[in-house]
């Protein structure tokens, strides 16, 4: 487990003071996949990165296993590092050595012989499904190939945490998908701790048990998968889940035609599943207009939101609003006119 208590990091210069993490309290669990969201300048990759003290923290502490990394020497804190794993944006692959030769590198570096390193990577590189590129060298691989790489040398000493800071960042859309199907798979593999840095909610939603969104330096809402999908409470987290259209204030966008009732709908699990707004037009005398949202597909279940307009007699859009209660799907009516 990896407990993060009252962190605070505080960038100094001549000029200028930037409080880049404002007492942070955080616990991520042991086996888990734990996710940070947060836009440009937040303090993600600060925050990721004291977990192996590549930043040192101002205030505060990190307990790995028991252990508190911010107190330990040069000698012990090297030794932690070997249990941490870490992936970034850009790699960071050493562009004279080849394949064999970067996922070997930690291992050298940390004293194995010859024989064992010689497994060890060949392991690895069955792992990350790149045993025909062993001899290339990082100018001659594509980006996924590029962070199979990278994700093989993270894993040389074998780490119970991974530290991915925006791994799938530089990626299209498929290659994304497949280096993170990689990771779910090696995280089940080798039963580690991962914490994922993102800007994407799509990564989130792909692999992630729980998420904390970060803003400004400070952990502003932290939960499930599913909760948050479900249910977001900050602005902040509607913005980077929903579908629905908002003002950059956060405010919801929608017609006001007189007469018209606008509602949101919420659901998780089976109900987005079932058809609701054909059985809402056949049962009821209402004429519906979708103004948007979609369905999330999580990894366990699927999540819907929608922003719809609806015209009618008053007692029949009751009916109608009963009927929608009664099927489980959080109704919220946002306007009335
Ligand atoms: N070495 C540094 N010296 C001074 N300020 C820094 C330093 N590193 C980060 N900061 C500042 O701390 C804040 C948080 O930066 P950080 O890199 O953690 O953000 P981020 O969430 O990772 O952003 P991005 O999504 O763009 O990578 C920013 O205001 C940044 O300018
Ligand atoms: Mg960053």
Redesign the pocket.
Known sequence: MIEIKNLS?T?N?KSSE?K??KNINLQINKGEIFGII??????????I?TINRL?EPTEGSIIIEGKDITKLDKTDLRNTRKEIGMIFQHFNLLSSRTVFQNIAFPLEINGYDKNYIEKRVNELLKVVELTDKKNAYPSQLSGGQKQRVAIARALADNPKILLC??ATSALDPKTTKAILNLLKKIQKEFNLTVVL?T?QMEVIKEVCNRVAI?EA?KIIELNTVEEIFARPKTNTAKAFISHIHRSSEGEIIYPTTPGSTVIKLGYLGDSSKKPIISSLIRNFDIDINILSGDIDELQSTSVGNLLIQVMGNNEEKEKAFEWIKEQNIDLEVIWNG
């Open positions: 990091k960038f210069s930037v880049a993490l947060g836009l440009s300048g937040a303090g993600k990759s600060t925050l990165r930043e800071d925006e840095i800007h970060i330096g």
